[in-house]
């Protein structure tokens, strides 16, 4: 396939590129172990490194503690509001009721938490559009976790695309989310730092 016939393909009928015109031509050109993400319309793609792996995986444990593994997502592809946004969230955890939708995806108004774990190249996507598109998806609880600060940020509350809350705990401590819709205690003594 020629550029020319790749771009045509990824236009909709009103000449606009579409989420899954993009993400069908990345599918075919990512590298194995390579994670895509579309923010604002704008392509990143980052490599699985064992930190980020190590703290997305004690997240998804401590999660199925308490939800049943169908609820409980992990780079998985969700649209969420805003110009051209896909995310493919570190993990995510759908509501009991959330089934997918003709194309087989998740909608983002059945998301009721979703955990990033922060890398250099693409913090400020989690901490600016991303976070201002969960929060107008009002998605309830978001943490942030990030090993380079060694903390981890809970938003919660959303409201007019920001979150009214942000509480901050320092890796060892534990992220109290009792009092939200997740109802769980996150522990951070293991999470590693960079």
């Not at 969230?89 to 759908?94: A, E, Q, R, S």
């Amino acid at each position: 396939m020629t550029v020319l016939e790749d771009r045509i393909e990824m236009a909709d009928d009103n000449g606009e590129l579409t989420l899954d015109a993009l993400f069908g031509s990345l599918e075919r050109t990512t590298p194995e172990g390579y994670k895509v993400e579309i923010v604002e319309g704008s392509v990143f793609m980052s490599p699985q490194r064992d930190t980020h792996w190590e703290i997305t995986a004690d997240i998804v444990e401590q999660l199925r503690t308490k939800y049943p593994r169908r609820r409980v997502k992990s780079d998985v592809r969700i649209d969420y509001p805003g110009h051209l946004n896909g995310f493919a969230t570190d993990v995510t955890l759908v509501s009991e009721q959330a089934e997918k939708d003709s194309k087989g995806l998740w909608s983002c108004q059945d998301v009721e938490f979703v955990a990033e774990v922060i890398s250099k190249a693409t913090a400020v996507n989690d901490y600016g559009p991303k976070k201002t598109a969960y929060a107008n998806a009002e998605v309830p609880v978001y943490l942030v976790a990030d090993p380079y600060q060694g903390k981890c940020h809970l938003f919660t509350q959303p409201k007019d695309g920001d979150y009214v809350t942000e509480t901050t705990v320092a890796f060892g401590g534990d992220v109290d989310m009792t009092n939200t819709l997740v109802g769980l205690v996150v522990k951070t003594g293991e999470f590693p730092r960079d």
